[in-house]
């Protein structure tokens, strides 16, 4: 899968052919993050438009999540393993950034999700069994860093000292963390 250049359209490709499988559009603005279940049976993409737009594996969309007047771009997405949960988060040219978590199947807030991005960049990723969220960006005053929250109750089970993180991920077992975190 990718955001295609240019008009940014989702596009999928098959990995052994190169063939087009297909393309899919419906941001206003373009997407501009993607993400993929561990299962391949959902995509989800962020668009500058604000929303969070779900697919089937075959480019149907499933959904659309959040709302349009917020206005704000969404910088960063990322799917749960079984495609139960989407997470998106968000930044306004202010710099201002929150993050939120959906149930996919009814399209229902779960909560926010610890996210700051004063710069277009920003980290967000599901473990490999999908009980907790990593959310990253870069600093801000009062020193936010990358966190590990579990999904079902949103309480913090780790956080990186302090610093900004550019890119973080979970390790196949989901026992290791890897973050980059700025000076």
């Known amino acids: 899968y990718g955001v295609a250049e240019g008009n940014h359209d989702l596009r999928a490709w098959d990995a052994a052919t190169g063939d087009l499988r297909w393309a899919a559009g419906g941001h206003v603005g373009g997407a501009v993050a993607v993400a993929v279940s561990g299962d391949g049976a959902t995509v989800v993409t962020g668009g500058a438009d604000g929303l969070v737009r779900v697919f089937a594996a075959d480019g149907t969309l499933r959904r659309a999540l959040g709302d349009p007047k917020d206005g704000r771009p969404v910088t960063a997405v ?100 890897a973050v980059v975190l700025d000076a």
Do not use: I, Q
């Open 78 to 177: 990322a799917v749960s393993p079984d495609g139960r949960f989407a997470a998106a988060g968000r930044r306004d040219p202010d710099g201002n950034a929150d993050g939120r978590l959906w149930r996919v199947a009814d399209a229902h807030p779960v909560r926010p999700v610890p996210f700051r991005a004063a710069a277009p960049r920003a980290a967000l990723a599901f473990s490999p069994d999908g009980r907790s969220l990593l959310t990253g960006g870069a600093p801000t005053p009062s020193g936010r860093r990358a966190v590990v929250t579990e999904v079902a109750a949103g309480e913090y089970r780790w956080r990186a000292p302090k610093g900004g993180s550019a890119a973080a991920a979970f390790g196949p077992d989901g026992r290791t963390l």
